[in-house]
Nanobody
Framework: QVQLVESGGGLVQAGGSLRLSCAAS????????MGWFRQAPGKEREFVAA????????NYADSVKGRFTISRENAKNTVLLQMNSLKPEDTAVYYC????WGAGSGDITAYDYWGQGTAVTVSS
């Protein structure tokens, strides 16, 4: 089992940047593909970005491609989401998730473990 704790959310103006961090503890971090998902008020949770266990493969939702970058540091048990050129429609609670032996899927059902989320608000 792995425990996930997100941080880095907050309030930012449109066009600004934030960096989210997810710290993992528990089983071997490098055995998990990692993903970021988000859920806006009144909407379903949706895929944002994912990264493979060895960080070779990354996967992004079309809505964030070119603006967000996912990365991981296996030695520090951390996955990051750098968010640039933020838009009001990026406002949501952002969740970190882990998929044991996964490859970086965008399928929400592939993920076994979830953090508690960190809120991001982008003002216009």
């Amino acid at each position: 089992q792995v425990q996930l704790v997100e941080s880095g959310g907050g309030l930012v103006q449109a066009g600004g940047s934030l960096r989210l961090s997810c710290a993992a503890s528990g089983r071997i971090f490098s055995s998990y593909a990692m993903g970021w998902f988000r859920q806006a008020p009144g909407k379903e949770r949706e895929f944002v970005a994912a990264i493979s266990r060895d960080a070779v493969y990354t996967n992004y939702a079309d809505s964030v491609k070119g603006r967000f970058t996912i990365s991981r540091e296996n030695a520090k048990n951390t996955v990051l989401l750098q968010m640039n050129s933020l838009k009001p429609e990026d406002t949501a609670v952002y969740y970190c998730a882990a998929d044991q032996w996964g490859a970086g899927s965008g399928d929400i059902t592939a993920y076994d473990y979830w953090g508690q989320g960190t809120a991001v608000t982008v003002s216009s």
